[in-house]
C-alpha cells in the first residue's frame, strides 16, 4: 500500500522536499503558485507517482527534480497545467538517473492548456548516466484539440460544458483522488 | 426527414472542393447506402452533415426535418436528432465513459440524468453490445481496440437515441462476430424506434446483409452517379466501380 500524500497551494510560492523511503503517490494542486520541488528517491525499489496539477492566472514555475539515489527506483511524473490568461507559465522537469544507479524507470508526461495566448514553456530534462535505465519524456502545449471538441459536441454536449468536462479530466487526472481533500481547487476549476 | 439539395462543400481556408452539387432525400424509416471509390467524399459528406470544423458549405442546402441545419452548431445537430458514428472515434483522456454519456444524455434530453437509474441502463445496454461494465469507468476511448471503439458508438446511440444514423466505415476494424453483434443492435434499436432512417457508408456490402438497405448509391467525384438496391453493391463488388459505368475510368 502505497503512502498517499495530497498538497494544495493557494496563491503562495513554496518549496518542498521528500525523502522517499517507501511507495508513495503525491497529489499536488496548484492555483496561481509557483513551487519547487526536490525529490530523492532513498531506498531500492521504491516508487513514485507525482501528479501536479496547476491552474495559472499570473506568471508561474514549477520546478520539479527527481533524484534516483538507489538501484531499481521508479517514478512517473504527470504534470498537468491550465495557462488561462495571457501570462508565462514554466515547467522545468528533471529526471536524474547517476550512474551508480541501475534498472531505474524514469517517467515524466507534461502539458498545458493555454486557455488564452499565454507563453508557456515545458523544459522536460532525462539527466541518465546508466545505461539499464527504462525513461520517457512527453510534452504538449497547446489548446483542447478541435477533433476533441468536434466528439463531444456531436453528442449534443454544448461548448462550454465541453470545456468544463475537458478541464476536470485534465486537471484531476486519477480516479484514486480523494474529492474531499481538494475543494478548494475544485472550486477553482469551476471559476475558469 | 433529411434533404440535401446542389450542396456544394469544400475544406476550410482552402479551394479544395469536395462535395459537388450533392443532392440526396431521405424519408423517415429509410436506410440508404453509399459507396464509392476513396477519395470519392463519403466521409466528407457525413462529417459535412455534422458540422465538422475542417468543411464549408459554400453553397445549397441541407434540410433536416425541415429546418435548415447548415448554420447550426454541431450539439445542436445532435440535440435534432443526428447522429454520427465514427469511422476512427476519438480518444479523449481523462473523461470517463460513465461521464460524458451521462452528460450528454443530460444534454440531449435537457433534464437531469438519476446516477443510479443511469448506471443500471448503461449495465444492460453494455451487455447488449458485448462490452465489460468495467470500460463505463475508463477514459473515453483510450486503449480500446477498434472493435470496442465501434461498439461504443453503438452503446451511445442507444443511450442518446437519435433519430438519424450515419454510419461512416462502421464495418471497418470489425472482426464478423464483433460486426454481427453491432448490427443486431442497430437493427434492434430500429425495431424499438421504427421511424428512424440510416445512412450507411462503406465499402463492402458485407454490412448491408446485416442492415438491409433501401437503397445503394454509387459516389463518385463529389455527387451521386447511380442509384440502385441492394445489388447494385453486390456488383460493385464484382465488378468494380468502372464495371457498373460510374464515369470511374478504367
Known amino acids: 500500500m502505497a503512502k498517499i500524500i495530497y498538497v494544495v497551494d493557494d496563491n503562495e510560492n513554496k518549496n518542498y522536499k521528500y525523502n522517499i523511503k517507501e511507495d508513495t503517490i503525491i497529489y499536488h494542486f496548484s492555483i496561481n503558485s509557483s513551487s519547487d520541488v526536490e525529490i530523492n528517491l532513498d531506498k531500492e525499489d521504491v516508487s513514485l507517482y507525482y501528479y501536479y496539477n496547476n491552474i495559472n492566472y499570473d506568471d508561474n514555475k514549477f520546478n520539479i527534480k527527481v533524484n534516483h539515489n538507489k538501484n531499481n527506483t521508479h517514478s512517473e511524473l504527470f504534470n498537468h497545467g491550465v495557462n488561462v490568461f495571457c501570462n508565462k507559465l514554466m515547467y522545468y522537469v528533471d529526471g536524474v538517473v547517476p550512474k551508480s544507479s541501475s534498472k531505474c524507470i524514469c517517467n515524466q ?49 454544448s461548448r462550454e460544458v465541453a470545456y468544463r468536462l475537458l478541464l476536470n479530466g485534465f486537471l484531476i487526472n486519477s480516479d484514486c483522488i480523494e474529492k474531499d481533500k481538494i475543494k478548494l481547487f475544485l472550486d477553482e476549476i469551476e471559476k475558469i | 426527414m433529411l434533404e440535401i439539395n446542389h450542396l456544394y462543400a ?21 436506410v440508404h447506402a453509399i459507396m464509392g471509390p476513396n477519395g470519392t467524399g463519403k466521409s466528407t459528406l457525413a462529417k459535412v452533415l455534422m458540422g465538422h470544423y475542417s468543411y464549408e458549405v459554400t453553397s445549397g442546402v441541407m434540410s433536416f426535418l425541415g429546418e435548415d441545419i447548415s448554420t447550426l452548431e454541431v ?12 469511422q476512427d472515434p476519438t480518444v479523449i483522456e481523462g473523461v470517463s465513459n460513465s461521464e460524458f454519456l451521462r452528460t450528454a444524455k443530460g444534454e440531449i434530453t435537457g433534464e437531469k440524468v438519476n446516477l443510479y437509474s443511469f448506471i443500471k441502463d448503461m449495465d444492460s445496454a453494455m451487455k447488449c453490445v458485448n462490452l465489460d461494465s468495467s470500460m463505463l469507468h475508463r477514459s473515453l476511448n483510450q486503449g ?25 466505415e462502421l464495418d471497418s476494424g470489425l472482426d464478423v462476430d464483433s460486426l454481427r ?44 452517379q447511380k442509384t440502385g438496391n441492394i445489388d ?19
Open chain 1, 109 to 157: 508526461d507534461n502539458q498545458i492548456i493555454n486557455m488564452d495566448n499565454g507563453k508557456s514553456t515545458i523544459c522536460p530534462n532525462l539527466l541518465i548516466d546508466n545505461y539499464d535505465v527504462d525513461s520517457n519524456h512527453s510534452a504538449y502545449i497547446g489548446k483542447f484539440k478541435d477533433e476533441v471538441m468536434f466528439y463531444l459536441m456531436s453528442r449534443g454536449i
Open chain 2, 10 to 30: 469544400k475544406v476550410k481556408d482552402k479551394d479544395v472542393e469536395i462535395l459537388k452539387d450533392f443532392s440526396l432525400k431521405i424519408n423517415s424509416s429509410e
Open chain 2, 75 to 86: 450539439n445542436d445537430r445532435a440535440k435534432r436528432g443526428l447522429f454520427l458514428c465514427m
Open chain 2, 144 to 168: 480500446f481496440s477498434g472493435g470496442e471503439k465501434k461498439k461504443n458508438e453503438v452503446l451511445q446511440l442507444k443511450v442518446l437515441k437519435p433519430k438519424f444514423i450515419i454510419l461512416d
Open chain 2, 181 to 224: 453483434i453491432v448490427c443486431e443492435n442497430i437493427n434492434s434499436y430500429v425495431e424499438e424506434n421504427p421511424e428512424t432512417s440510416i445512412l450507411i457508408i462503406t465499402h463492402y456490402p458485407r454490412i448491408l446483409e446485416y442492415i438491409k438497405p433501401d437503397y445503394v448509391h454509387v459516389m463518385v467525384d463529389g455527387k451521386i
Open chain 2, 232 to 250: 447494385l453493391a453486390f456488383t460493385v463488388e464484382k465488378d468494380g466501380y468502372v464495371g457498373i459505368g460510374s464515369g470511374v475510368d478504367g
